[in-house]
T-cell receptor, first 119, second 115 residues
Framework: GAGVSQTPSNKVTEKGKYVELRCDPI?????LYWYRQSLGQGPEFLIY????????DSGLPNDRFFAVRPEGSVSTLKIQRTERGDSAVYLC?????????????????FGPGTRLTVL | AQKVTQAQTEISVVEKEDVTLDCVYE???????LFWYKQPPSGELVFLIR??????QNEISGRYSWNFQKSTSSFNFTITASQVVDSAVYFC????????????FGKGITLSVRP
C-alpha cells in the first residue's frame, strides 16, 4: 500500500512568511509524528498526535509552530513568521497506535520529508 | 532524559571491508526499544532493526548484524563485506515503552563505501 506522503517536497520562503507543510499518513495509522532534521543532525521530535489530539507537543520550539490533525488522518504543520533558523527537513511518521506494545504494531514509518528553506 | 550518542561522524571504507557503527545510549527507563535507521541520499529514513531492552540476543540479517550490550548501554551495528549501496547516513534511536513514543535519535554516522 501507499506509504507516508508529504507535500510539498521542497518549500522556499522568505523570512517572516507563513508556511504550511502537509503529511498524509498510512491509511489506518492512528498515531502521527512530526520531526525536524537540521543539516548534519539526527531528526528531533516536534509533536505527536494520537487520533485528532496532540498527545505530546513538548518538542515544538516556540509558539510560532503549530500543528493540527482535525479528522485524525492528514496533519498540517504550520509555521508563522518564519526565520532562517527554521530551515530544515521536516519529517512525518505514522504508526498503528501508541507505544507500550512490544511488537511492530507501533513501528514508525517515515515519509520523504519536506525541505524548508527560509531566505 | 534520553540520549543517544554516535561518536563516529564519518567513516570511509573500501568495498568488501567490514565496518562497525557504534551507538551508546542513556535512559532511566527499565524497558525501552533501540533502533537503527538508514538514510540514503534520497533522504527517506529506512527502518533496519528494532531491539527490545529485555532481549540481549544478538541478531544477524544477511550482511548486517547487531550487538546489544545492556551492561555498557551500547547497540552496535556491523556491516560485513560492505558494498557501495551501503553508503548512507545511519542513525541509532531510542524509544521508551511508555505513553510517549517519540524517537530520540543520535546525530548519525555518514558511511562512504568506495569501490
Amino acid at each position: 500500500g501507499a506509504g507516508v506522503s508529504q507535500t510539498p517536497s521542497n518549500k522556499v520562503t522568505e523570512k517572516g512568511k507563513y508556511v504550511e507543510l502537509r503529511c498524509d499518513p498510512i491509511s489506518g495509522h492512528t498515531a502521527l509524528y512530526w520531526y525536524r532534521q537540521s543539516l548534519g543532525q539526527g531528526p528531533e521530535f516536534l509533536i505527536y498526535f494520537q487520533g485528532t489530539g496532540a498527545a505530546d507537543d513538548s518538542g515544538l520550539p516556540n509558539d510560532r509552530f503549530f500543528a493540527v490533525r482535525p479528522e485524525g488522518s492528514v496533519s498540517t504543520l504550520k509555521i508563522q513568521r518564519t526565520e532562517r533558523g527554521d530551515s530544515a527537513v521536516y519529517l512525518c511518521a505514522s504508526s498503528y497506535g501508541t507505544s507500550g506494545g512490544l511488537s511492530s504494531y507501533n513501528e514508525q514509518f517515515f515519509g520523504p520529508g519536506t525541505r524548508l528553506t527560509v531566505l | 532524559a534520553q540520549k543517544v550518542t554516535q561518536a563516529q561522524t564519518e567513516i570511509s571504507v573500501v568495498e568488501k571491508e567490514d565496518v562497525t557503527l557504534d551507538c551508546v545510549y542513556e535512559t532511566r527507563d527499565t524497558t525501552y526499544y533501540l533502533f537503527w535507521y538508514k538514510q540514503p541520499p534520497s533522504g527517506e529514513l529506512v527502518f533496519l532493526i528494532r531491539r527490545n531492552s529485555f532481549d540481549e540476543q544478538n541478531e544477524i540479517s544477511g550482511r548486517y548484524s547487531w550487538n546489544f550490550q545492556k551492561s555498557t548501554s551500547s547497540f552496535n551495528f556491523t556491516i560485513t563485506a560492505s558494498q557501495v549501496v551501503d553508503s548512507a547516513v545511519y542513525f541509532c534511536a531510542l524509544r521508551a515503552t511508555g505513553a510517549n513514543s517519540k524517537l530520540t535519535f543520535g546525530k548519525g554516522i555518514t558511511l562512504s563505501v568506495r569501490p
